[in-house]
T-cell receptor
Framework: AQSVTQLDSQVPVFEEAPVELRCNYS??????LFWYVQYPNQGLQLLLKYLSGSTLVESINGFEAEFNKSQTSFHLRKPSVHISDTAEYFC????????????FGSGTRLLVRP | EAGVVQSPRYKIIEKKQPVAFWCNPISGHNTLYWYLQNLGQGPELLIRYENEEAVDDSQLPKDRFSAERLKGVDSTLKIQPAELGDSAVYLC????????????FGPGTRLTVL
């Protein structure tokens, strides 16, 4: 069975500092990988996704994530965070042959301080 | 383009009372999902519809939960009777059925059972 582990429940960081949010997954088949962001009182928004091809994927607001098959990881990084990046971040995985079924991690709260 | 709409946004009820949540997906999206998000956890799929057919309801507690999607558009999720442990956020999502199945989420309904 698939599973997603986000070891860090909360990551505090100062503004303009770099950040990495860790995500590891477990699956016996090929997968798609996603990062969703949830701002307070809002629904989840897709931040970026890995489907195939280049293992490094980027979002429009400066986040990037790298698919590492050998380590079964999909860590999210940003070189310089803003106050507005404060939110809950969820890593998710789906099997390629049943892509409708998203399995989410427990989330990491990114808290950016001035 | 309007996003996924959910109502109400917040609901407070006493245990043993019934409650219903409503979802209007993005226009043209055939697939609709209901998720349960407990505090501090990622969303978990309750039920998935393809048009008006419930194709995956394996995680829906059928003794007290029910759902319908009449005419394959709007959907309603009902709990009767509600229990204290049902306090959570109920998320609705929709997708167009593309190959990698990007899901678009509504803002959710936060249920508090007293």
């Amino acid at each position: 069975a698939q599973s997603v582990t986000q070891l860090d429940s909360q990551v505090p960081v100062f503004e303009e500092a770099p950040v990495e949010l860790r995500c590891n997954y477990s699956s016996s088949v090929s997968v798609y990988l996603f990062w969703y962001v949830q701002y307070p009182n809002q629904g989840l928004q897709l931040l970026l996704k890995y489907l195939s091809g280049s293992t490094l994927v980027e979002s429009i607001n400066g986040f990037e994530a790298e698919f590492n098959k050998s380590q079964t990881s999909f860590h999210l990084r940003k070189p310089s965070v803003h106050i507005s990046d404060t939110a809950e971040y969820f890593c998710a995985v789906s099997e390629m042959d049943s892509s409708y079924k998203l399995i989410f991690g427990s989330g990491t709260r990114l808290l950016v301080r001035p | 383009e309007a996003g996924v709409v959910q109502s109400p946004r917040y609901k407070i009820i006493e245990k043993k009372q019934p409650v219903a949540f409503w979802c209007n997906p993005i226009s043209g999206h055939n697939t609709l999902y209901w998720y349960l998000q407990n505090l501090g956890q990622g969303p978990e799929l309750l039920i998935r519809y393809e048009n008006e057919e419930a194709v995956d309801d394996s995680q829906l507690p059928k003794d007290r939960f029910s759902a319908e999607r009449l005419k394959g558009v709007d959907s309603t999720l009902k709990i009767q009777p509600a229990e204290l442990g049902d306090s959570a956020v109920y998320l609705c999502a929709s997708s167009s059925g593309s190959s990698y199945n990007e899901q678009f989420f509504g803002p959710g309904t936060r249920l508090t059972v007293l």
